[in-house]
Every structure is written in C-alpha cells, then in structure tokens.
C-alpha cells in the first residue's frame, strides 16, 4: 500500500512512523513533514491547502490511502475534494468537520443527540453575552466559535475580565474572524481526558485513553498551550467508565453524525472533563490529539495503516474482527520540549543536540529501545544541522511496562536531548498534574 500522511508536526510524524512500520506498506510520502518524518518516508514540499497539488501527486504516484493530520484542510474539505475524484481518505468530509470547526455547532450537536456536555449560550453581539455573564454565576468559560489553534478559550472569574474577552473576542482583536461568534459555557469541574475513536462511518475502534497537559507551567498553571505531554493509559478511569464513554460518547456521537446524514470516516476525539455528574464533553477534534497521537499510537499492535485503510473503505467492523488492530499493555509517557517562550514568541534557528542516540521516532533505537522521539518545530539549516523552528520542537515518548517506569524513561531521554533554553514541564505522567 502506498500512503500520503498531510501535515508537519509532531502528530504526523507519529503518525508516519506508525504506518510506515505497518505490514504490507510499500511506501510513504509526507506533504511537507519535517526533518523527523524523512526517516519514515519522502518528504514533498506541498502545502496541506493546496488540494489540486495533492491531488496531483496522489495520481503520478498511485497513492492507495490519504491520512489527513490537522484540522485546517479537514474543515476546508479536502477529504471532499479527493474522495470526489476517487481518492481514498482517513478523515472527515467538511460537514463532519464542522464538529470541530464551530464550537457552537458542536454544542449545538451534543444537545440534539443527547450527549453529555456543559450547558451554554452562542452570541454575536457584546451586550447580549455581557447581560448573559450577569445572570449565571462565574468563572465563565469564553470560546472564540472558529478554529484558533487550540487558543481560543478563555477562563474568567473577574467581571471585568470577562468583560474585556467578549469585546475583544467579537471585535475581531483576539481570534479574527474565529472569534466573531463566541460561546458561553459553564465551568466544568474534574479531571481532564482525552476519547479517541477510529471510526468507519458504522462502527469504532476505540483508541486508548490518555490526558494531555494542556498549560505551560507544573501544576497546570500559567496561559494554555497546544498540549505539553501526554500520559496514557490513565489509572483513574475504571473499565466500567471507559465502556461509558465509549457507549455514550464515542458511539452515541458516530450514530449522532449518522442521523444526520454524515458518512464520518476518521478520527472522532473528544475532550471530557471527568465529572462527579459523569464524563461531558468539552470539545470535539476531528483528528489525531497532538502530542495524544505520539503517546497513544506506540501503544497500538498489528496494522495501523490498514485500520485506517479499513476505516476509509467502511469495513471497520470486520478488520477489528479479524484482530487486525490491538493495544499493548505497556504505558507511555509523552513529554513536550518547547522552545524558551513558548506559547509567547520564542527564538528560532537554535541548534539541537543529542538525538542521535534515539530511534529518531523510527524504533527501536539502538541505546534507547524504548524511547521514540518525534519532531515537530524542526529544520535542517543551510548546513544541515536540526535546528529549532517552532514553539514545540520535539515530543519524547516512552513505553514501558508501567507508568512510574515510562515517566522515568522519558525523562531521562529528555535529558540527554538539548537546545538553548529548551524547556519542558516535570510532572507529566503525575496523575494529579
Ligand atoms: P477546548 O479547546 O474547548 O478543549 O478548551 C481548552 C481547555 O479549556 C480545555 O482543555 C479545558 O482545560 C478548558 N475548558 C474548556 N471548556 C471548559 C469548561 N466548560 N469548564 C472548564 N474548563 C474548560
Ligand atoms: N492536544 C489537544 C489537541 O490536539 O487539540
């Protein structure tokens, strides 16, 4: 089977490595990738945007399956574009992605289909949302309704503050036009999870849980960020809570799209707040987590790229069946190394050591079996040499037999790694962080 994976950071290259490592893959192009993916397949200089040039390529080469990694080309239809001229994609049409590029639709949606989610309000106008604020106690969670980057929520307690992100949200200032229509929601207490599902159009494959961390500081303090690491599996959810979220979450909101009338073929991920009420949904993503993606996908057994071949073709059902896709027992933990700054501005052009030693995400490694690394803010310089070019650099994954053992692993690696003024947070993998 020959693959185009779309997308360049971290995510794609996890995902990249995990079909490239697949049986019966021939071969895999990247459209563009990073300095990482290029030992997973061929990296070509296209814009994941340009739909006619991966269209292009996608006939002189034969391409067998497309995997879409971010959420932008999802939600301009790319998946419409290429399966309209006979390709095959693993990722929603543009409808589907609607789920993650409209909050206000999403919310809309879960309401519809009855499935768990914090009660709230969309507005347009600053006087309606500020008389809304006045009328349901704080803090009050404010959420620009278009696609900003994982950056477009807002927690407030403070009137005055709340104040200031509606009008600088409706007004255009702080997400341009994303943020022209906002949401209102009510504040969730709990603890954070992520939900992923491979999904057919008709049947899921639920994936293995995992948090994410999503602010910059230990202790989950300080601005929010694209997520800082990841740990997985998690020990606070039972089996009895994941067939849960599975039943009433994953499935409830495949069959949801199904009524009506998307035929959803890729990633439903869902973000829950664990509530003493139950599991409700903050947020869906209609693609791979990332850095979920760099934890949870060296935690699969069998045919990657062939479940989501299976996925592309509506034969989910029977591929789960046959066993063609399995989750190892071994934990991982994702540790995120960002560069000084981040998620403000931060330097760029920094040259990385210590990589070598790794499996370069392509594992095992020789020193470090158990550790992959995947590159994400990377370049090769003029000269050749990796440098920084990103607020998130590199994700450092370890898989061992238990969490305790996976943290200590990761951080050793993320040690051995550096680059002037890398940072990264300590407690990822603690499970109260
Ligand atoms: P979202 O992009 O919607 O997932 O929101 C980003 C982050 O904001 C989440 O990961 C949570 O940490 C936080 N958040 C979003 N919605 C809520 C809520 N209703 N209650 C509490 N925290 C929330
Ligand atoms: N890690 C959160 C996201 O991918 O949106």
């Known amino acids: ?3 185009l994976v779309v997308g360049s950071g971290g995510r794609e290259h996890a995902l990249a ?6 049986p019966g893959v021939e071969k895999v192009w990247i459209a563009p990738g990073n300095p990482g993916t290029k ?3 061929v990296n070509v200089p296209i814009d994941p945007m340009d739909f006619e040039a991966i269209y292009d390529l996608c006939r002189n080469e034969a391409i067998d399956l497309v995997v879409v990694g971010p959420e932008n080309p999802l939600a301009a239809g790319i998946a419409d574009f290429l399966m309209d001229r006979g390709i095959r994609v693993f990722g929603p049409t543009s409808a589907g992605a609607r789920l993650e590029a409209s909050k206000s ?3 809309d949606f879960m309401a519809r289909h009855g499935i768990p989610h914090a009660r709230y309000k969309a507005f347009e106008q600053v006087e309606d949302a500020v008389s809304y604020i006045r009328s349901v106690p704080g803090p009050w969670v404010i959420k620009a309704d278009g696609l900003a980057y994982g950056k477009g929520v807002t927690i407030v307690s403070d009137m005055d503050e709340a104040k200031k992100a509606i009008g600088e949200m409706l007004s ?5 036009e994303a943020g022209r229509r906002i949401v209102i929601e009510e504040f969730l207490e709990g603890t954070e999870a992520t939900a992923m599902a491979l999904c057919d159009g008709n049947t899921i494959f639920p ?3 995992a948090k994410d961390h999503k602010r910059v500081f230990e202790g989950d303090k300080g601005p929010m960020t694209g997520g800082m690491g990841v740990f997985s599996p998690l020990p606070f959810v039972t089996p009895e809570l994941e067939d849960a979220i599975c039943r009433d979450i994953l499935y409830k909101t495949l069959m949801g799209l199904k009524t009506d009338g998307i035929d959803y073929r890729g990633v439903i991920y869902a973000g829950l707040m664990l509530t003493e009420d139950g599991p409700k949904v903050l947020e869906y993503n209609v693609r791979f987590g990332d850095p979920e993606a760099q934890c949870v996908l060296p935690r699969l057994t069998g045919d990657f790229a062939g479940a989501l071949l299976a996925c592309a073709e509506g034969r989910l059902e029977s591929f789960v069946e046959g066993k063609g896709i399995g989750v190892r027992d071994e934990a991982a933990v994702t540790v995120v190394m960002t560069s000084q700054g981040y998620p403000g501005d931060y330097p760029k052009g920094l040259p990385i050591a210590g990589l070598e030693r790794f499996a370069d995400g392509i594992g095992p490694g020789d020193v470090s079996p158990d550790v992959l690394v995947f ?6 310089d003029h000269e050749g040499r990796l440098v920084t070019s990103g607020g998130r650099v590199l994700a450092v994954t370890a898989l061992m037999p238990a969490l305790d053992a996976a943290r200590s692993k990761a951080y050793e690696a993320v040690s051995q790694i550096s680059f002037a003024g890398a940072y990264y947070r300590k407690d990822i993998g603690e499970v109260n962080a």
Request: with cysteine.
């Open 375 to 380: 590159q994400a803010g990377t370049k090769l």
């Open 39 to 41: 030992a997973c397949g």
């Open 105 to 107: 639709a999403a919310k």
């Open 1 to 3: 089977m020959k693959v």
């Open 17 to 22: 490595w995990a079909i490239h490592k697949s």
């Open 172 to 176: 255009g200032k702080l997400h341009g």
């Open 207 to 209: 994936l293995p849980m």
